[in-house]
C-alpha cells in the first residue's frame, strides 16, 4: 500500500463530490420533506435533477435551491397517482435531459384513521398515491432504463411496512405493498442491469410528520423508544439515498434500509 505524506490527498482524490456526477435523477415528492432533500443531496453529488411533485411552487421552490449550488434541475407537476401524468413526466425527463438514470420514489401521504373510520375514499386514495403511484413512476422509469441497460431505483416504504401503528392501517397496508413492488422489481429487472432498493424511515421531522402533532407525552414515549434517542435529521434521510442511487451500492440489490434509529430493533 502505498502512504501519503502529511496535509497531501491520495491519488485519484476529489474534493467535489461527484457521486452521481452526470447522472439524471428523478425524485417525486420532491418539493418538499425528504424528497426535497434528496434533491439537494443529489444535485451536490453531480446529479441533474427533475423535481417531481403535485405541488409546483414546492417543486419550483426546490428547482431554485438547485440552481443556488450551481446545478440543472426540473419542476413537473405529476399526480403520481395519474398514468398518463407520470408518463407524460418521464417524457418531459427525456425532453430536457436525455435519460433516466436514477428514480426517487418518495411521493406519499397519509390520512391518520382507525380501521373503523377509514373511508373507502380515504383507503382507496392512500393506496392510489403510495401504492399504484410508486408502481407507475417505476413502470414508466424502468421501461427506459431497461433501454440503457442500467438503472437504480429507490422506493420509500417506512417502518410501518412491517410494523402496526394505530390509526396508520391504509397507510401501512401501502407501505408494505411498496416492499414486495420493490422486490419483485430488484428481481425482474436485476438482469438488465436495474438495481431495485428501499428505504423505511422511522421518525423524520418533515411536514408530513408535522400534520399529525404528537402531544409532548407521546413525543417523550417515542424518543424514549429510539435507542438513539434522537428523530431523524437531514443527513440521515440523505446518505441512504445517495449510497443506493450510486455505485456505492453496486452489489446492492432487493434490501429494505431501515433508518430509524434502532426503533425496530428494539423490544422495550
Ligand atoms: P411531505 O413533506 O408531505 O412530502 C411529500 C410530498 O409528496 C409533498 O410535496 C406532497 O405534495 C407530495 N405528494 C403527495 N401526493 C402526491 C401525488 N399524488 N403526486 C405527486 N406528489 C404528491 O412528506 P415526507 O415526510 O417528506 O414523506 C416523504 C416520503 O417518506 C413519503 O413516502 C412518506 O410516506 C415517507 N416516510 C416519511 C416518514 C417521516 O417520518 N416523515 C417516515 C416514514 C416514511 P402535497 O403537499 O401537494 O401533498
Known amino acids: 500500500m502505498t502512504s501519503c505524506?502529511?496535509?497531501?490527498?491520495?491519488?485519484?482524490?476529489?474534493?467535489?463530490?461527484?457521486?452521481?456526477?452526470?447522472?439524471?435523477?428523478?425524485?417525486?415528492?420532491?418539493?418538499?420533506?425528504?424528497?426535497?432533500?434528496?434533491?439537494?443531496a443529489y444535485a451536490r453529488e453531480g446529479a441533474q435533477v427533475v423535481v417531481v411533485d403535485n405541488d409546483l411552487e414546492g417543486a419550483n421552490d426546490t428547482v431554485r435551491r438547485l440552481e443556488a449550488v450551481g446545478?440543472?434541475?426540473?419542476?413537473?407537476?405529476?399526480?403520481?397517482?395519474?398514468?398518463?401524468?407520470?408518463?407524460?413526466?418521464?417524457?418531459?425527463t427525456l425532453a430536457a435531459f436525455g435519460t433516466v438514470d436514477v428514480l426517487f420514489n418518495g411521493a406519499g401521504i397519509t390520512i391518520p384513521a382507525s380501521l373503523l373510520d377509514t373511508t373507502v375514499e380515504q383507503w382507496d386514495r392512500i393506496l392510489a398515491v403510495n401504492?399504484?403511484?410508486?408502481?407507475?413512476?417505476?413502470?414508466?422509469?424502468?421501461?427506459?432504463?431497461?433501454?440503457r441497460g442500467h438503472g437504480k431505483i429507490?422506493?420509500?416504504?417506512?417502518?410501518?411496512?412491517a410494523q402496526a401503528r394505530v390509526n396508520r392501517g391504509?397507510?401501512?397496508?401501502?407501505?408494505?405493498?411498496?416492499?414486495?413492488?420493490?422486490?419483485?422489481?430488484?428481481?425482474?429487472?436485476?438482469?438488465?442491469?436495474?438495481?431495485?432498493?428501499?428505504?423505511?424511515?422511522?421518525?423524520?421531522?418533515?411536514?408530513?410528520?408535522k400534520s399529525a402533532p404528537a402531544t409532548p407525552e407521546e413525543t417523550r414515549r417515542k424518543l424514549a423508544a429510539i435507542p438513539l434517542r434522537r428523530r431523524g435529521d437531514h443527513a440521515d434521510r440523505t446518505g441512504p439515498a445517495i449510497f443506493l442511487a450510486s455505485r456505492e451500492s453496486d452489489y446492492v440489490n432487493g434490501i429494505v434500509m431501515t433508518v430509524d434509529g434502532g426503533f425496530t430493533a428494539s423490544v422495550d
Open 5 to 40: 505524506p502529511p496535509g497531501l490527498k491520495p491519488p485519484g482524490y476529489r474534493t467535489e463530490p461527484t457521486r452521481l456526477e452526470d447522472k439524471v435523477a428523478i425524485v417525486t415528492g420532491g418539493g418538499s420533506g425528504i424528497g426535497r432533500g434528496v434533491c439537494l
Open 71 to 92: 446545478r440543472r434541475g426540473l419542476a413537473v407537476r405529476t399526480d403520481v397517482s395519474d398514468a398518463v401524468e407520470v408518463d407524460a413526466m418521464v417524457a418531459a
Open 131 to 147: 401504492l399504484r403511484g410508486q408502481f407507475l413512476c417505476l413502470r414508466a422509469a424502468a421501461r427506459v432504463m431497461v433501454e
Open 154 to 161: 429507490v422506493n420509500v416504504t417506512s417502518i410501518l411496512g
Open 170 to 209: 391504509a397507510y401501512g397496508a401501502s407501505k408494505a405493498g411498496i416492499i414486495s413492488l420493490m422486490q419483485t422489481a430488484a428481481v425482474e429487472l436485476g438482469p438488465h442491469g436495474i438495481y431495485a432498493n428501499a428505504i423505511a424511515p422511522g421518525f423524520i421531522e418533515t411536514p408530513m410528520a
